[in-house]
Each structure stands twice: as structure tokens, then as C-alpha cells.
């Protein structure tokens, strides 16, 4: 085959890929709009243990994964697998109650395709929460964290392969991937209702194994405050697509080297679902104010 066949070849893949891509998604856009046809002015993903703060909407309709063309599903405990459309401290909400993660064999394409939805449907902003270990030794389980920013130690980006120019940029900027004004926003509502609010830097890891002692000294010397292994894929993707992103995490157990003890999945959703409701009000109180952001 002469180069110019290969090329020809080559770019029939690539439009074959995007297409496929775009039709996969009108799909799962469609199946939704069937079910809830409002246009959320929010989107939220509910992390490992946090899937109670679906208790605060008022929720018009809840979309099982399953019943959405294209939509992986949730293997892992503690994450319910539906998408919620409703209300949400007075704004028009659609929230993933589970999320997907590389270490449950998934591509971070796949990972990543409900932002692409949140997106597709309307969404502008998007808050993102998960429970994580923290590495800062001032620092308690329980406390909540604000993301300033992000580490991303997978090994792998959901922007690798074609790029598809009406979603976002082949090369998008990540010189604030969390917006400063929700950030912002986020502190006084957590100073406004006495929620103790750190911020600092989240590193994704791929899991599923939790680290070693030689792996938290390394992650805390890279600047790392806590570690987890989510979020930074859909992040990439949001910034992709050109929404807000707002992050919070949940430190769940403290991953300091010399005084490490051993973590146990039902430990960590306890602690999680005990510090919910501050990170409950901290994002209620972000919703109530969005008028006000830029």
C-alpha cells in the first residue's frame, strides 16, 4: 500500500472512531431526554460512600446505568449505579449516584463517557467528590477537602486516541482544572456553616491495591496532600469540555509512612458516610450561590 493509500486508510478509521463515538453518545443523550428533558445547570458525581447526598434531592426521575445505551456499570460496594435528575439546593440537578474506575478494567474512555452525558445534556458546572487517603500530618479522618489541584499518576489520559475538535481542543489547557471562583465560593460557605475546610493537592492513582509505606513518602515528596484513585480522568475530560469543575474530597484514613496501620474498605464508607453531611451542605450551599459566580 503507497503512503497516500495508508494515510487515506488511516483517516477512514479515524472518522469511522468519531462517529462511532458521537453516535454512542446521541444515544445515551437520547435515552435520558426520553426520562428528564430539563437542562441541569449542575452536575454532580457521588463518590464512594457519598451517594447519601442523593437524600437532599428532589428527584423527578432516577435512570439506572443499565438503561442507558453505552453506559458502563458499577462493580464496586457502595456505588448504586443510577443517574438522578432532579433538584438540588434550588438548582436543576443530574447526579451520578457511582462512578467507574480504571482498576475495574475499564478504559478511562469509558470511565469518562457520563461526563461526556452530563455534558451532552446541558451541564455547565460540574462537582466532583470522592473519599481519599490523606498524607498531610496535620490533618484528620473525616476532615473535608477543597482540590486546588491534581497529580495524575494512573499511567494513562481518557484524552488519548482521536480527537473530536467539537468537544474540545486537541491540546487543552490544565493551568486551573478547579475553578478559583467556586473554590472561592466553597470557602465562605464552608466558614459561613463552621465546616473545617482544608485544600490542598489530590494524586490519582490506579488502584485498586492502597500504598506502601515507600509509596506515600514518594506521593508526599511529589507534593501530594491525599490520593485516591478517581476523579482526575473526569476532571480532564470536564476541562476538555469546556465546564467548571468544583472538587471535594472526604479524608478517610491517614497514609502517613511511619505510623501507618492497615485500612479496611468498610472502614473507610463509615468515615465517609459520617463526614457526608458537611460535604453536603458545603455543595448545597456552592449550588445555592451559583448566580453569583462568573
Known sequence: MTATGHEVVQGTEVSDAL????ARLAAAVSAVRARWDAVPEAAVILGTGLGGLAERMTVDVAIPYDAIPGMPLSTVESHAGRLLCGTLAGRRVIAMQGRFHRYEGYALADVTFPVRLLRALGAPTLVVSNACGGMHPLWAPGDLMLIADHINLIGDNP?????????GPRFPDMSEPYDAALRTVAREVALARGATLREGVYVAVAGPNLETRAEYRMLR????????????????VARHAGMRVLGLSIITDQCLPDALEPA???QIIAVARRAEPALADVVCGVLERLEGTP
Open 264 to 266: 479496611t474498605v468498610e
Open 159 to 167: 484524552l488519548v486516541g482521536p480527537n473530536d475538535d467539537a468537544m
Open 19 to 22: 462517529a462511532a463515538g458521537r
Open 221 to 236: 515528596a511529589l507534593g501530594g496532600d491525599v490520593v485516591g484513585m478517581s476523579t482526575v480522568p473526569e476532571v480532564i
